[in-house]
């Protein structure tokens, strides 16, 4: 597969993306390494879910500049997700 020849995504960049991959600006290989990291890491599947949930319940993408705070608590949430 082509994707294994691309530069890792960690966990914390696909955080970055998120927004972007949902609203489809993310560059063709951008998105190949998001694909890829998700079907390797439970985590990251069960942060872009709640990033759907969060997108259902809000009826739109969240902020996009999230505060330094929201972006603090996103962040910790998902480390605590990860040592699930
Ligand atoms: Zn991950």
Redesign the pocket.
Known sequence: MIVTDLPEL??RE?VELVTDYLEDRLSPIDRARFEA?LT??E??RT?LEQFRETIRVLGRLPEESLSPEAREALLTAFRGW?RL
């Open positions: 960690p966990c696909l990291h390797e890491c985590a990251c942060y990860s």
